[in-house]
Nanobody
Framework: VQLVESGGGLVQAGGSLRLSCAAS????????MAWYRQAPGKQRELVAA???????DYVDSAKGRFTISRDNAKNMVYLQMNNLKPEDTAVYYC????????WGQGTQVTVSS
């Protein structure tokens, strides 16, 4: 499974960004897609996840602001991020869980105050 993220960038606090993740390869083996993030000096943390059945889960800090979605026809997963805060600044990684976990290369999100 190969994952390619896009959509990161620099945004002011209160702004929005939509991250995209294109999946290819043995995608039928995937049962959970997720977005993680890692800020400088911090551990990588789960931000949002979506199962093959469409169930979603979010880290508390993302609830009400972020929305994860998937387009199975296009093999895409999205993370809509609204009301961004400086503490959301991090490298965001797309991840796919099959028999093993796969990772994308990451995309930088920077939120200025």
């Amino acid at each position: 499974v190969q994952l390619v993220e896009s959509g990161g960038g620099l945004v002011q606090a209160g702004g929005s960004l939509r991250l995209s993740c294109a999946a290819s390869g043995n995608i039928f083996s995937i049962y959970v897609m997720a977005w993680y993030r890692q800020a400088p000096g911090k551990q990588r943390e789960l931000v949002a996840a979506i199962t093959s059945g469409g169930s979603t889960d979010y880290v508390d800090s993302a609830k009400g602001r972020f929305t994860i979605s998937r387009d199975n026809a296009k093999n895409m997963v999205y993370l809509q991020m609204n009301n961004l805060k400086p503490e959301d600044t991090a490298v965001y990684y797309c991840s796919a869980l099959a028999a093993v976990r796969f990772w994308g290369q990451g995309t930088q999100v920077t939120v200025s105050s």
